[in-house]
């Protein structure tokens, strides 16, 4: 297996520009979830959720952030429109039953 | 509030001795408690997970207790090696909920 995939690697944008985050977890993991990771704030949860549907959405930051998990094998992170803040590396883990999660490389999000 | 504190930001050891590293809890009651390790520009990687009913755990040179009345658990590295240097996250899943916390992180190098 390939692992978590994730694309793009890295991701400059201009302020009040849409942007989208893609995921392909793990065949046959059952949880997905995406985490951001800043220097102040470390690793936070924005969403997670299980055999596609969102279980927990009370980590996203604002209404400007959502996401989508349309099959088993895809989802999205999206932010429209952005702003300067929203700069982190964002990661999407898989997992089954929820015992250890396997990250992707995350995306470097960079809103100038 | 609930808090999760690893024992400090950075860790320096000499090559062959054991590394310790600490990550206590506050206001939390995790079913159960996981480490992982992060390298420069990559995501976290699952190395151990540890159930509330299990006082330790081991793997090959790393070693894992868990400690639900001190609210602590206790990560050992024996033999370092310049290749541990990484940052180690711990990482704790609450009882009811359905996610995991993490720690900011203890930065390892392991001194040749």
């Known amino acids: 297996d390939a692992g978590v995939i994730q694309s793009p690697r890295h991701e400059v944008t201009e302020m009040g520009q849409e942007v989208t985050l893609r995921c392909k977890p793990i065949?046959?993991?059952?949880?997905l979830f995406w985490y951001r990771q800043t220097m102040m704030r470390g690793l936070e949860l924005l969403i997670y959720?299980?055999?596609?549907?969102?279980?927990?959405d009370s980590g996203m930051p604002e209404d400007r952030f959502s996401a989508k998990m349309p099959n088993a094998s895809f989802s999205t992170l999206k932010i429209q429109p952005s702003e300067p803040r929203d700069s982190a590396v964002y990661f999407c883990a898989s997992s089954w039953n929820r015992d250890g999660y396997t990250f992707g490389s995350g995306t470097r999000l960079t809103v100038v | 509030s609930q808090k999760i504190e690893q024992n400090s930001e950075a860790l320096n050891i000499q090559e062959g001795k054991t590394a310790t590293l600490t990550c206590n809890y506050t206001?939390?009651?995790?079913?159960?408690l996981q480490w992982y390790r992060q390298d420069p520009g990559r995501g976290p990687v699952f190395l151990l997970l540890?159930?509330?009913?299990?006082k330790e755990k081991r793997k090959e040179r790393l070693k894992v207790t868990f400690d639900t009345t001190l609210k602590q658990s206790l990560f050992h590295i024996t033999a370092s090696q310049p290749a541990d240097s990484a940052t180690y996250l711990c990482?704790?899943?609450?009882?009811?909920?359905?996610?995991?916390?993490f720690g900011t992180g203890t930065r390892l190098t392991v001194i040749p």
């Open positions: 959720f299980n055999n596609n549907v969102p279980i927990d």
């Open positions: 065949s046959g993991h059952d949880y």
């Open positions: 206001n939390y009651s995790p079913a159960y």
């Open positions: 540890i159930r509330e009913n299990e």
């Open positions: 990482a704790l899943d609450m009882q009811g909920a359905n996610n995991l916390f």
